[in-house]
């Protein structure tokens, strides 16, 4: 019995050990695909805010370098805020960004997906749940599609 229990804790470290670094190259390579600069906007709330069409706000330039976003300007390029850090977790497909706006500051939760070439960034407020979904509720969670600039 002990010894079957010895094993298992060492099959069990063993696989933890060689995982690692196979999940930190998954992170890396997932953090690579959005280092660059980004343009596109916000989504308008559509119906029961479930989808949107037009833009609410133009983003001009979203630059993402080194685990954070170095630019983020509105279609006259003016600056909508500072983002001072970037957490990705690509496992769970999570991005925050902590920094400020105009009018809020702290940590924005958001969801993230990169679908045929498109990042996708859904961000909820701070002080808000972050969103389970991919729509916009003004003031509340921003659904965000851009397209990486060539």
Known sequence: MKAHLAQSLFLSALTL????PLFAQSAKEEAAKLEGT??????????????????????????????????????????????????????????????NTKEKKGTFQGIYRVVDGKLEWCAANPGIDRPKDYYTVAQVQFHMVFEKKK
């Open 38 to 99: 980004w343009v596109g906007g916000v989504r308008f709330p559509a119906g029961k805010a479930k989808a949107g069409s037009g833009t609410m706000v133009q983003i001009s330039e979203l630059t993402i370098k080194d685990g954070k976003i170095t630019a983020c300007k509105d279609g006259k390029g003016l600056s909508l805020g500072n983002c001072e850090s970037l957490a990705l977790n690509s496992a769970t497909k999570t991005l925050d960004a902590v920094g």
């Open 17 to 20: 050990t060689l995982a690692t």
